[in-house]
């Protein structure tokens, strides 16, 4: 499949300094929720790279209903309907403790964590060398924002996906690996 993550879009526009990319910077730079105008900007231009025959997975995006609703405008337009929503079902507490744990390279990106995956020498990236931080927004502080604004504007995607007999429920706890295969089979099951 075809992976299109918009955090990975994002980056990508900004560093390019695309029209979108540029114009997202300025909210970002700001402090300020980059608007869906330009989100689903970024999508409609990847959709329109998808080759015209292979499936696509899109991770990170939609996050609110308004974004399933444009969504489902631009997969219209191509000709291309969702197959399926899927929920990675993990409890709160899990959760947090995934969060606050997790150290990203500021070199080549590679994720880690403190107790589940950490890097050989504490700070230093096995990859690359690079120097292994916390991210912004996986401090204490701001993740409990970032989960008010999970249960406010994210959750009742849930429901939308459910109501339309596209959402599939996936048991995110344990081993990543363990997660990954269960996601292979609900991805491969026929619906
Ligand atoms: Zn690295």
């Known amino acids: 499949m075809q992976h299109i993550s918009t955090g990975d879009l994002f980056r990508d526009a900004m560093k390019q300094q695309t029209p979108l990319g540029v114009e997202a910077k300025r909210f970002v730079d700001a402090g300020q929720l980059v608007p869906d105008s330009v989100t689903v900007g970024m ?8 080759s015209p025959s292979g499936e696509f997975i899109l991770d990170g995006f939609p996050r609110t209903v308004a974004q399933a609703t444009a ?10 309907p969702l197959g399926r929503a899927v929920f ?3 409890p709160r507490e899990e959760l947090l403790g995934r969060l606050t ?3 990203v390279c500021t070199g080549c990106g590679a994720v880690y964590h403190l107790q589940s995956k950490p890097s050989k020498v504490a700070g230093v990236c096995d990859l690359c060398g690079g120097t292994v ?20 504007s994210t959750a009742p995607l849930k429901d939308h996906y459910a109501k339309q007999g596209l959402l599939k429920v996936v048991d995110g706890l344990g081993e990543a690996s363990d997660v990954f295969a269960r996601m292979q089979t609900c991805l491969l099951e026929s619906r």
């Open 43 to 50: 999508v409609r231009e990847a959709l329109a790279r998808l």
């Open 71 to 80: 969504l489902e405008s631009l997969l219209s337009e191509i000709g291309r």
């Open 88 to 90: 990675i079902e993990v």
């Open 101 to 103: 744990g997790r150290r």
């Open 133 to 152: 931080v916390q991210r912004k927004d996986d401090s204490q502080a701001v993740i409990g924002t970032r989960l008010t604004a999970y249960d406010q």
